[in-house]
T-cell receptor
């Protein structure tokens, strides 16, 4: 399968700070990127879909001003959690879409803890 | 709207035995893909098996096979000769091929393989 990297793997920050998570598709070009969050023992919840060079589409209930997504290139997308609060603590997973195979690949995830 | 249902929150199986995980879905689409993903304690999502709806033959990958019943909208996963390393969360996922491509995940089944 395709290689997807996500950085950082873990981050602990103070309430009110912003955190940036990077996702790279290392061996294919991803025109579409999905961002998920996952709470313990729950399924993946889609937060937003971004297409390279255009604004992200957010799912209902996800604050676009809080979760900033940038998809400036075909191999890099970033998710910035702005003014993080303890309730933002979660596991965040990026998932680039390989249109050639019609398959989503998944990054290893980022565990965010907001104190 | 499409939905995916996994009715077994937790299951256990003895090592070397066979276990079947259930998944049902609802859609009016005719062309779609179905997936089973494994999420071990590392939380990396790993593709187990994929089924294209237009294919009547059930997909198999080594010890993993599916029973795809299109009319019944059922997509179960059979794991043969269960191994300790199969212990994980298993998610069933659906995506249509027309319009917006994005996965819809079930709530997951936590499988524990017992020694």
């Amino acid at each position: 399968g395709a290689v997807v990297s996500q950085h950082p793997s873990r981050v602990i920050c103070k309430s009110g700070t912003s955190v940036k998570i990077e996702c790279r598709s290392l061996d294919f070009q991803a025109t579409t990127m999905f961002w998920y969050r996952q709470f313990p023992k729950q399924s993946l919840m889609l937060m937003a879909t971004s297409n390279e060079g255009s604004k992200a589409t957010y799912e209902q209930g996800v604050e676009k001003d809080k979760f900033l997504i940038n998809h400036a290139s075909l191999t890099l997308s970033t998710l910035t959690v702005t003014s993080a609060h303890p309730e933002d603590s979660s596991f965040y997973i990026c998932s680039p879409l390989d249109l050639q195979d019609n398959e989503q690949f998944f990054g290893p995830g980022t565990r965010l803890t907001v104190l | 709207a499409q939905t995916v249902t996994q009715s077994q929150p937790e299951m256990s199986v003895q090592e070397a035995e066979t276990v079947t995980l259930s998944c049902t879905y609802d859609t009016s689409e005719n062309n779609y893909y179905l997936f089973w993903y494994k999420q071990p304690p590392s939380r990396q999502m790993i593709l187990v098996i994929r089924q294209e709806a237009y294919k009547q033959q059930n997909a198999t990958e080594n010890r993993f096979s599916v029973n795809f019943q299109k009319a019944a909208k059922s997509f179960s996963l059979k794991i043969s000769d269960s191994q300790l390393g199969d212990t994980a969360m298993y998610f069933c996922a659906f995506t249509k091929l027309s319009g917006t491509y994005k996965y819809i995940f079930g709530t997951g089944t936590r499988l524990k393989v017992l020694a």
